[in-house]
């Protein structure tokens, strides 16, 4: 069922089962990379875009979590991004963030809630 508000065209990313917990999932909206985290029964959704280099963080598909999978971590130079904020808490771009998108996850579906 589509989805749908003026305000907020929403776009249904995947089932919350879909992603493992912890776990990471990327995808192409709007021709755009994201990447939603699962941290229990939250979910958090950012551009997957490093602000160290503007490049995205993942090496491997859908695999953007550190050993630990509780800290977000870009492949490349190894900085780490806070889950809940997308803070950078360690590497080059330590004291920047990655660019969180709203999203909220209803009967089981996680929507992303704005254009990335
Ligand atoms: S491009 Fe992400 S840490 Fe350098």
């Known amino acids: 069922m589509p989805h749908q508000s003026i305000d907020h065209p929403s776009v249904a ?25 699962r941290q229990g029964q939250r979910v958090f959704v950012y551009l997957n875009r490093c602000p160290h ?6 090496w491997v598909p ?3 979590l ?9 492949a490349s130079h ?7 904020s997308g803070d950078c808490v360690a590497g080059p771009c ?3 963030r990655l ?4 999203c909220r996850i ?3 579906q996680v929507w992303l809630l704005e254009s990335p």
């Open 99 to 102: 660019l969180a998108l709203a």
């Open 78 to 84: 190894g900085a780490l991004f806070l889950p809940e």
């Open 53 to 58: 280099r503007g490049i995205p963080l993942e």
């Open 62 to 64: 859908d695999q953007f």
């Open 66 to 74: 550190d050993s630990s999978g509780r800290l977000i971590q870009c």
């Open 106 to 108: 209803e009967d089981g």
């Open 13 to 37: 990313l995947c089932r919350l089962d879909d992603l493992a917990d912890p776990g990471s999932k990327g995808f192409v909206v709007q021709g755009r990379p994201v990447f939603a985290v």
């Open 94 to 96: 330590s004291g920047d």
